[in-house]
């Protein structure tokens, strides 16, 4: 089994930040993805952004916030941290951590992230 804990998120004006970070625990492989999703209400979950576990690590970004957030990692920590910029009200929603690895998707419960001024 994994764990995702998530911690981050809150209230921001548009054009403000707010970081997330997610620590993975539990039975995790030497390959993995992890980043987030997230979704907003009345609305499907989508994708945000991902990385990949490795030396190297590939990224994969929404376009919608390509240029804006930046997904990084702690390695030896199981921790991707996701810096968010130039937040908009359109980024509102429930962020959810996730972690697939051998075709296992794990979540965590959720943070929420609020742009309003």
């Known amino acids: 089994q994994v764990q995702l804990v998530e911690s981050g998120g809150g209230l921001v004006q548009p054009g403000g930040s707010l970081s997330l970070s997610c620590a993975a625990s539990g039975n995790i492989f030497a390959f993995y993805t992890m980043g987030w999703y997230r979704q907003a209400p009345g609305k499907q979950r989508e994708l945000v952004a991902t990385l990949t576990s490795g030396s190297i690590g590939f990224t994969n970004y929404a376009t919608s916030v390509k240029g804006r957030f930046t997904i990084s990692k702690d390695e030896a920590k199981n921790t991707r941290y996701l810096q968010m910029n130039s937040l908009e009200p359109e980024d509102t929603a429930v962020y959810y951590c996730?972690?697939?690895?051998?075709?296992?998707?794990?979540w965590g419960q959720g943070t929420q992230v609020t742009v309003s001024s």
């Open positions: 996730y972690l697939d690895q051998r075709g296992a998707d794990y």
